[in-house]
């Protein structure tokens, strides 16, 4: 019982400073208005919390800057995100071999002659943009993310090479979790004969995609950037599994899309662009439903505390903090939830690729 109170009490702490940066951004519109009485926006504020940075937000009005690269007319640009003094409404102006920048919603556009931005008539920025290339939040969770699975991996194949026997420490506690992808997942999608040569990819993008899910629910640096959080992150992954699966398909998955069997030969007409179709739903449906999932998840968790502020009173608060726990712990769950089915469905489309004609 102990044990389970101080993981209670653990999680309530994480939770509440995983609304912190919500307390910041309430303070902080009370404060720019005239009347201090600025009326408080949940969907700005959670969309702005759950979007990518080019800072890492650590408490109040302290933030960490984040390099920007910028590939631009006049070639790479390179300066700290701090220049900007924070703004996102395209007013601080950074200039820099002899081009001028304004960060808008957090994307960098080139200003106008008069330093300013064009809008069209829904208020979209209509300046262009250069090239970006910056270490943002994300980037930097998946930098992190990269580095700690190469201090994880790398001992452990040292220690397999070393000792042939039963695996001790680290080994011994990761071999479960390898042993799970490749006899779970692995094996029963791809065969015994063929499932070795795809590990690395099944194994990388498993714990790729479980630690990013773990990092964004740590609200503090280095933390807080969500790799899934990301739908170009997602997509990536997505190609990867459709580039794998296509190279790797043999002459019978090739002849099941272009020449249906059993199918008559007028039929093939349409047989074929719907088998052709679903070579790209497949991976599309990869990108969305991990993107979705995760995101889903933190606006529910954000928006359980926005109620505070909506009804601006503490009296909803046991009820917004006890259901904000509930979900923190079932994103616990969604964040190896997510990377399992990942990783089940992209060894389901490689098997079906591989998998000989019987």
């Known amino acids: 019982m102990s044990i389970a109170r101080k993981t209670v009490k653990t999680l309530a702490f994480l939770t509440l400073l995983f609304v912190s940066p919500v307390f910041s951004q309430e303070h902080h519109n009370d404060q720019s208005g005239d009347s201090g009485e600025e009326a408080f926006d949940p969907t700005e504020v959670i969309m702005h919390h759950i979007s990518d940075s080019h800072e890492f937000h650590i408490f109040g009005d302290v933030s960490l800057p984040l390099p920007v690269i910028l590939w631009t007319n006049n070639g790479l640009v390179t300066f700290m995100s701090s220049e900007f003094h924070h703004d996102e409404t395209g007013e601080v102006i950074v200039e820099k071999n002899g081009m001028k920048f304004v960060r808008y919603h957090d994307e960098i556009y080139y200003a106008g002659a008069d330093g300013k931005l064009s809008f069209d008539g829904e208020h979209h920025p209509l300046n262009d943009r250069p090239l970006n290339f910056s270490i943002t939040k994300n980037v930097f969770t998946l930098f992190l993310s990269a580095a700690l699975m190469l201090l994880i991996f790398i001992p452990v194949a040292q220690s397999y090479k070393k000792n042939q026997g039963a695996p001790k420490g680290l080994a011994g506690f990761m071999e479960p979790l390898i042993l799970f992808v490749r006899n779970d997942i692995a094996i029963p999608n791809i065969g015994k004969k063929k499932h070795e040569k795809y590990m690395p990819y099944l194994l990388t993008v498993f714990f790729l995609i479980w630690l990013g899910n773990l990092f964004g629910l740590i609200p503090f640096f280095p933390f807080t950037g969500t790799l899934t959080n990301d739908i170009v992150f997602t997509g990536v992954l997505a190609v990867f599994t459709f580039l794998i699966t296509t190279f790797s398909g043999n002459k019978h998955y090739w002849g ?77 769950l969604v964040a190896a939830l997510q990377a399992y089915v990942f990783t089940l469905l992209s060894a389901l489309f490689i098997g079906q690729a591989v998998d000989d004609h019987h």
């Open 256 to 332: 099941h899309i272009f020449a249906t069997p059993g199918v008559p030969k007028p039929l093939l007409l349409i047989m074929i662009p719907v088998e052709v179709l679903g070579m790209f739903t497949k991976p599309f449906a990869l990108m969305v439903r991990l993107f979705a999932n995760i995101t889903a998840g933190h606006i529910v968790i954000l928006s359980l505390f926005s109620l505070i502020f909506i009804f601006k009173t503490a009296a909803v608060s046991p009820v917004s903090i006890a259901f904000a726990l509930f979900m923190f712990v079932l994103e616990l």
